[in-house]
């Protein structure tokens, strides 16, 4: 199990595997809390913790409980928040992990490396009320997500297959579709981006073995923005 999480600001940022790129010891810049407290991300009664397989096809964001012992192969974020799931579930984090030359490959699978792609991503800093309703999407959107799954008696990896697919017609999908979307955009706004429109699930198919799929022009961009932000945040910690 690898825990994901910052420290308090300190005066130095330490060059990452890429030269282009910075660790960021508080990567939404001394809001830390703004993400991780108040504790809200809540199943069943017990809390939990946004996971993430190191190896997947769709960077599907899961929500385990706390105080079960995790696999090694799962990487846990310590933010237990519904804000902060949407943030890591959302097509900005994504984009950063997949297309920021950052992260490894394996065949038509992405390896997610914490060391440089989560302690190099520059979190937004949205104002208080938007991260109210971050959280709100992102719960409505892992509730969506189970809802589907246990209706079509599926798991994550099939369901976002089906939500990438442009010919999926069953109403349950669509809806997880509309609020990835939905999501999408407003993560787009918590970074000041009103300008991008973000590409829908649609839009971005995996890389499959031995082939390259064009990259859409709005992932280039958000990539492009994040490292200029990366390389801020990073000085501004010197």
């Known amino acids: ?14 060059a990452a595997p890429s030269a282009s790129v910075a660790d960021i ?3 939404d810049g001394g809001g830390s809390r703004d993400w991780a407290q108040p504790p809200d991300l809540v199943l069943g009664g017990r809390m939990g913790v946004p996971c993430l397989t190191r190896t997947s096809k769709w960077l599907a964001v899961s929500v385990l409980p706390a ?26 984090h994504i984009a ?5 030359g950052l992260a490894s490959t394996m065949q038509s699978t992405a390896r997610y490396t914490p060391s440089t792609t989560f302690n190099t991503f520059p979190f937004p800093r949205p104002d208080p009320a938007m991260l109210d309703m971050l959280g709100t999407i ?29 010919g999926e017609r069953c109403p349950w999908v ?51 923005r994040l490292r200029r932000l990366n390389r801020k945040r990073a000085a501004e910690q010197r």
Not at 201 to 220: D, H, R, Y
Request: net charge negative; aromatic share 8%.
């Open 174 to 224: 669509l809806d997880v579709r509309e609020l990835q979307m939905e999501m999408d955009e407003m993560i787009c706004d918590a970074y000041g981006w009103q300008d991008i429109n973000p590409p829908g699930p649609c839009e971005m198919p995996p890389n499959p073995e031995g082939a390259t799929l064009p990259t859409p022009p709005e992932i280039k961009e958000i990539v492009m």
């Open 96 to 100: 950063w992990a997949r297309f920021s």
């Open 1 to 14: 199990m690898v825990c994901c999480v910052w420290s308090d600001p300190v005066e130095t940022a330490t």
């Open 67 to 92: 105080d079960i012992v995790i696999s090694e192969h799962v990487i846990v974020f310590v933010l237990p928040t519904w804000r902060a799931y949407a943030l890591l579930q959302s097509i900005v």
């Open 138 to 166: 992102g719960r409505d959107h892992y509730e969506a997500r189970v809802f589907a799954q246990q209706k079509l008696g599926i798991g994550a990896t099939k369901l976002f297959n089906r939500i990438h697919d442009p």
């Open 25 to 27: 010891p508080d990567p």
